[in-house]
């Protein structure tokens, strides 16, 4: 495992920056153009740009701020760490320990994954190795959202999203725990999606998915987007929200079969674009499609792609894939 620097981090926070890995390329994959409304989206002659290279395996990323000041985060689950991203500093340590606190070895993947903000800002974070949801709060350390259901731990949780009324949605597959799916600390024997209500009232809304991995929410808040990261099923299903927050039938929107074939990889995070277009890393890279599941075109890195997410203004989408932090200019 390469290592970007060797240091201790004691602290929640540190300011020395990161250098780029020396073998980082500047730019990576090829975009496909599918359809016209893909050229909408992407300019033909855009490229997916690699700002930081280096690591062992990023997730999660989130924007922080407004789009001339701000920054982002995002995780890399193996070295338990959150690293910070800006166009001033470049990359700089932000979290360490992130995902786990404990004082024995916890799997290769202990750290943080999905990261975003909740209604006052904070930085709210699904936590591998010590199985719950917390958020960073303001003047002090973290706090614990929910860490069980009905008395059992969570497994791992994976990714996470906020609604317009701060109800939070989030998915729990095994991936953080050391033996996964067979670890003898799992208290679960399923992979739920749950809805946390601002309130703090904690419901299963379903276990029928295998591996249900990222999340999203479409603009008016009516549908949730899940991918599930089974490799006998690999897809991305919308399901309709009711009116009391539970879910309705479920539909399959992509399969992702075919195109594991020729890329690695399989369906992870997601970003919901503003006009509704859904930004769903699967394998090889990034997959664009409308809400009702047509396929634009895809972003392809050509490795294995974790997740994206927008800055504010969505000029750009920011992409981990593997070992780098990339990003493609929008139209």
């Not at 320990?97 to 209604?119: A, K, R, W």
């Not at 929200?241 to 074939?261: H, P, V, Y």
Request: glycine share 10%; charged share 20%; aromatic share 10%.
């Amino acid at each position: 495992m390469r290592s970007l620097f060797c240091l201790l981090v004691l602290g929640m926070t540190l300011h020395a920056t990161v250098p780029v890995d020396a073998q980082t390329p500047q730019s990576i994959g090829h975009i496909e153009y599918l359809t016209p409304k893909m050229k909408q989206l992407v300019a033909a002659d855009a490229k997916i740009e690699v700002l930081a290279g280096g690591f062992t395996w990023t997730e999660g990323p989130v924007w922080v701020g407004d789009q001339a000041s701000g920054h982002l985060l995002f995780s890399d689950i193996p070295r338990n760490s959150i690293f910070k991203w800006s166009p001033q500093d470049n990359i700089e340590l932000f979290m360490r320990p992130s995902g786990y606190t404990g004082v024995t070895y916890y799997g290769l993947e202990p750290g943080t994954n999905g990261l975003t903000l909740d209604s006052q800002g904070r930085l709210t974070m699904c936590e591998h190795g010590d199985r719950r949801i917390s958020v960073l709060t303001k003047g002090g350390g973290k706090k614990t959202v929910a860490d069980q259901f009905e008395g059992k731990r969570f497994n791992s949780p994976n990714d996470l999203v906020f609604d317009k009324q701060g109800h939070l949605y989030f998915t729990d597959p095994p991936y953080g725990l050391p033996e996964r799916a067979i670890d003898p600390r799992r208290e679960m024997d399923y992979c739920g999606v749950y809805r946390l209500s601002k309130s703090g009232q904690l419901t299963l809304l379903t276990k029928q998915m295998t591996r249900p991995n990222g999340i999203g929410l479409s603009p008016d808040n009516r549908t949730l987007y899940v991918a599930q990261s089974d490799p006998a099923a690999p897809i991305w299903m919308k399901f309709p929200i009711n009116d009391d927050g539970t879910l309705g039938k479920g539909q399959k929107l992509q399969d992702a079969a075919e195109a594991m074939k020729t890329y690695p990889g399989l369906p992870d995070g997601l970003a919901v674009a503003k006009d509704g277009t859904l930004f769903a890393s699967g394998p090889g890279g990034i997959y664009v499609m409308t809400p009702e599941g047509e396929l634009l075109g895809r972003i392809l890195t050509e490795g294995r792609t974790s997740n994206c997410t927008f800055d504010p203004e969505q000029k750009y989408l920011y992409i981990t894939a593997d070992s780098y932090l990339c990003r493609v200019k929008l139209k």
